[in-house]
């Protein structure tokens, strides 16, 4: 009852974390709770055909007895999955990793199966610890726990990270701080997504957001009003906890002219109690000690314009390690002027801004 899921557990492991990012602390803990109602369900299933054939009333209560067994399966499940620890994601390992784990994991077990380490074992735990398979078993749900706690506290990279996730239309960047703190500036957004809820957000950005394991943002910013910018943050804010919601001013009044659905969008931040503020130009975001964010802009609500969405988009510079370098104040300037000298192009002056990871600036709009 416990060898089975257990071993499989162990075996599949790596696996499950390098190509889904997933690991489950009480997978085995599930097994144990479901492994003979799935038996018994089956064997119920099978049963009923046959007998169905032959006497029919009989059949109709094995396949109620069936579905009784069923709706507890079902309840277990969710009751399982509502446990902490029941899923985390966490980032993928890599190659090398994965094997030494399973060198590890046969190397463990060819120890255990020797009676010199077998009586080692038991001097050290005591009783706790006896030869034959129990002993087999509390061994290795021991060694199923450590080797998961230590994938989970594998070192990550301390350092800056920017990420451009490719959403198609509109934009999403993922800002990874050295202290691990999160913030993404938009999550992209597909046609009629502020209004379904499904689109680049549940299918781009979360699972991009996993694979790198990533359970918490501690801020998502909307840098304006339209779907393909706003679309996706319906998906994100129901995928994982969000620290704070940071909006452009603009669409936050009844008369702004906003892309269908944001206010719904809206609705759900506040129903979920996260907080929500609109930023202006001059509002500082401290990320953590070595990280911080200044908006440029807008200084003021532009309106009558062509588009008074994108035109009060928020713009923001990244300052890293206390560095900056100098950035325009919008989109619009951005394109007709540099303030770096010895750039020729704002494309130039970007990439600079990324090769010295001192001072970002975050574009916030595809179009004018």
């Given amino acids: 009852l416990i060898a089975v899921p257990l071993a499989a557990q162990l075996a599949t492991l790596p696996l499950v974390v390098l190509y889904f990012n997933l690991v489950s602390l009480v997978s085995v803990l599930a097994n144990l709770l479901t492994a003979y109602l799935v038996a018994l369900i089956m064997l119920f299933s099978g049963i009923s055909l046959p007998v169905g054939v032959i006497f029919l009333p009989l059949a109709g209560f094995i396949n109620a007895s069936t579905g009784l067994l069923t709706d507890l399966f079902l309840w277990l499940v969710q009751f399982c999955s509502a446990l902490p620890g029941a899923a985390r994601y966490i980032p993928a390992p890599p190659l090398w990793l994965v094997f030494l784990y399973y060198l590890l994991l046969v190397g463990v077990f060819e120890l255990l199966r020797r009676p010199r380490w077998q009586d080692k074992l038991k001097h050290i735990l005591g009783d706790a610890v006896v030869k034959g398979r129990s002993h087999r078993i509390g061994l290795g749900c021991l060694v199923f726990l450590l080797l998961t706690v230590a994938w989970l506290a594998w070192p990550i990279n301390n350092r800056l990270e920017l990420h451009f996730i490719d959403v198609g239309q509109g934009d999403s960047t993922l800002i990874v701080t050295p202290n691990q703190g999160t913030v993404l ?47 996706g943050a319906r998906a994100v804010i129901k995928s994982m906890p969000v620290d704070m919601v940071v909006v452009s001013p603009y669409g936050l009044q009844e008369e702004d002219q906003v892309d269908e659905g944001y206010e719904v969008l809206l609705n759900e931040i506040r129903q979920q109690g996260i907080l929500l503020r609109a930023a202006r130009s001059g509002d500082r975001l401290k990320i953590d000690s070595l990280v911080a ?76």
């Fill in 185 to 231: 500036v938009d999550a992209g957004g597909w046609r009629d997504e502020l209004l379904t809820g499904r689109g680049a957000g549940n299918q781009v950005v979360v699972p991009y957001l996993h694979r790198l394991g990533i359970n918490h943002l501690d801020v998502l910013i909307i840098t304006h009003p339209h779907a393909d910018h706003a679309g």
């Fill in 293 to 368: 964010m200044k908006f440029l802009s807008p200084a003021e609500t532009y309106s009558g314009t062509r588009s008074d969405a994108n035109n009060n988009s928020l713009v923001l510079l990244l300052n890293y390690q206390a560095e900056r370098r100098c950035s325009p104040e919008t989109l619009r300037q951005r394109q007709r002027r540099t303030c770096s000298k010895g750039i020729k192009s704002p494309e130039q002056k970007f990439l600079k801004y990324l090769t010295t990871a001192a001072g970002i600036f975050i574009p916030t709009s595809s179009s004018g």
